[in-house]
């Protein structure tokens, strides 16, 4: 392959792409492409920081053997992937219209669906060409649509995998059986740990979570909660709810440890949290660690500060959760006051370059070992890059192994002290 610019956004990527698609003729195996259209946001939207954000997630997490990323002179980025690498390519595409969510682009459904377009190169490498160049040769002008829709089958396809898409009228079939559901039994925990060494897991906090897997089998079975990102964080505030009535029970509140929930600002500002803090015991053992999305953050900053004052006023805290390696340089941990940072854990950090590994854990220094959170944590290898970055705080399903096999130690040698006696 030819070398990429990896962070260069001017137009010679133009002529560095028409290169790449005579190569790519004779690789095609198994790719895919995806082409991300910020030429269609406002202008203020798409100025060359903003574009240097967009792509900086393809950056940091896309190998150079899994894909490459073009930018056009127009701001479009076309990433080429393979499609082993297709998973990581979507969780970017949502960052990417997370960040952007404020553009009008994204209030008209028609529009919204076109920001991003498919491509099958392996299937349809010709028309995948074509549309291209097309878009290469006057990059101002509109491309034709059919160019970059992918075959109708597929598209047919791809919804049955994913599911019934998530609709007002399908919002309010989950809403009405929400109202009938018993969620303790989706309720699940999990642990946020000290990892030192050889050391016994030290846990620190609890997360209380409602699984949305479990719960779209349980309430609706089929339906895709996530299709529709605005629908879906209204269900997030139904769930909302409903965890704390859950935080509200009599075998929560006999638990010492602090409890983490995942909340809206809407929800803590709400008069149903309202009832819920005054219907609290004044001698409660535990507190509450409130966890908060960017996006969500974001939208409303005078709602956060408000929120945060009145959350640490309170003697309970505030986690930004869900931070990845591309937002590092997003945003300012410090100047928002949180309480606790979690970044999320990818199987590709221990492949970062050397500047991304340096930003990270100058990340963590930053934050503080004893408030950043390196989550789902799924292997040990998780956790040796954890500590080698600064981490000691980890949260994830290897977590839980431990945690359980440090119960049965103790457990084991409980039993074994008694039949001594």
Not at 4 to 12: E, F, W, Y
Not at 338 to 365: F, G, N, S, T, Y
């Amino acid at each position: 392959m030819p070398t990429i610019p990896r962070n260069d956004t001017r137009s010679g990527d133009d002529e560095l792409l028409l290169s790449y698609l005579v190569h790519l003729s004779a690789h095609r195996t198994g790719r895919r492409a995806v082409l991300i259209r910020l030429s269609r946001l406002l202008p203020h939207n798409r100025r060359s920081h903003h574009v240097r954000t967009a792509i900086s997630g393809f950056e940091t997490r896309l190998s150079r053997r899994d894909g490459q990323f073009f930018v056009l002179g127009s701001s479009d980025v076309l990433v080429v992937y393979r499609s082993e690498a297709h998973a990581i390519i979507e969780e970017e595409i949502r960052r990417v219209r997370y960040l952007f969510s404020d553009d009008p682009l994204f209030q008209d459904n028609d529009s919204r669906d076109s920001f991003t377009v498919l491509y099958n190169i392996d299937a349809a490498f010709g028309p995948f060409v074509d549309a291209i160049r097309s878009a290469l040769r006057d990059t101002t002008e509109k491309p034709n649509e059919a160019d970059f829709l992918p075959d109708a089958r597929e598209r047919i396809r791809d919804r049955q995998l994913r599911g019934e898409a998530l609709t007002p009228d399908v919002l309010a079939k989950i809403e009405a059986a929400l109202a009938q559901t018993d969620l303790s039994s989706l309720a699940h925990q999990q642990t946020v740990c000290v990892l030192n060494g050889q050391q016994s897991p030290a846990p620190r906090f609890r997360e209380l979570y409602i699984s949305i897997s479990d719960l779209r089998d349980a309430v609706l079975p089929g339906a895709d909660f996530t299709a529709n990102p605005w629908l879906f964080r209204h269900l997030t505030k139904t769930l909302d709810q409903r965890v704390l009535s859950l935080l509200s029970m009599p075998e929560q509140a006999g638990n010492t440890r602090d409890i983490s929930i995942n909340i809206n600002i809407s929800t803590l500002i709400s008069e149903e949290f309202r009832k819920f803090e005054n219907g609290l015991n004044a001698s409660r053992p535990n507190a509450f660690i409130f966890e908060l999305q960017a996006p969500d953050i974001f939208s409303d900053i005078e709602a956060y500060l408000f929120v945060r004052d009145h959350v640490q006023n309170k003697g309970w805290r505030i986690c930004l959760d869900g931070l990845t390696c591309a937002d590092i340089d997003l945003y300012d941990v410090r100047g928002l006051g949180v309480d606790l940072v979690k970044i999320v854990w990818d199987q590709r950090m221990p492949a970062l370059v050397v500047d991304a590994r340096e930003r990270l854990a100058a990340m963590v220094r930053e934050i503080g070992s004893s408030r950043a959170v390196l989550c789902r944590v799924d292997s040990r290898v998780a956790v040796d890059f954890g500590h080698a970055i600064g981490f000691s705080m980890f949260q994830g399903r290897y977590v839980e192994q431990l945690v359980s096999q440090d119960a049965r130690r103790r457990r084991l040698s409980l039993e074994r002290d008694r039949a001594i006696r």
